[in-house]
């Protein structure tokens, strides 16, 4: 009788070859930087967004305290008559002194400052405007500020607001 010989012939399938191996490296490579990316996009987008509402808020607060500062307002000692100035000094109705200024980066009301220690405020103006015609209306002030703030990875964001207050005679 003859017996058969089976010769195993090795599986073309049993292995990744080399170029194979290098491909999935190659592709797995790519699929971590486009997550290392868009992980840096969000990081980056969120602290941006957290600093614009930072922004918002200090600017809100500083012209809620001016607003606050302006109420009961008899006299107003600067600016001058349809006049701008950096300061606002007036007299209230009780007599107290009210004195807004800009010292070095800060807001201040009476020498004490009113903004966050990480918003700087970069400007600070007051326009009164006197109607010298019609004597019975209300003095207007407009108060313009400019507010900035520094992200994490150190950009340089910035935000302007304003207020107008009329004062009561």
Do not use: W
């Amino acid at each position: 009788m003859i017996e058969a010989k089976h010769h195993h012939q090795p599986n073309a399938c049993a292995g990744a070859t080399l170029i194979e191996t290098l491909m999935y490296i190659g592709l797995f490579g790519l699929v971590v930087t486009g997550v290392v990316a868009s992980a840096y996009v969000l990081i980056e987008t969120s602290d941006r967004n957290q600093t614009k509402v930072l922004l918002e808020e200090e600017s809100a607060f500083l012209l809620a305290k001016i607003a606050l500062a302006m109420d009961g307002v008899a006299s107003v000692a600067t600016p001058s008559a349809n006049a701008s100035a950096p300061v606002f000094m007036a007299t209230r109705f009780d007599g107290s002194a009210v004195a807004l200024a800009l010292s070095g980066d800060a807001l201040t009301l009476g020498g004490v400052p009113l903004n966050n220690d990480d918003v700087a405020v970069r400007r600070l103006t007051f326009i009164r405007t006197v109607d010298a015609s019609n004597p019975s209306s209300p003095e207007r002030i407009d108060c313009g500020v400019e507010v900035r703030a520094r992200t994490n990875t150190g950009a340089i964001l910035e935000r302007s607001a304003t207020t107008t207050r009329y004062l009561r005679k």
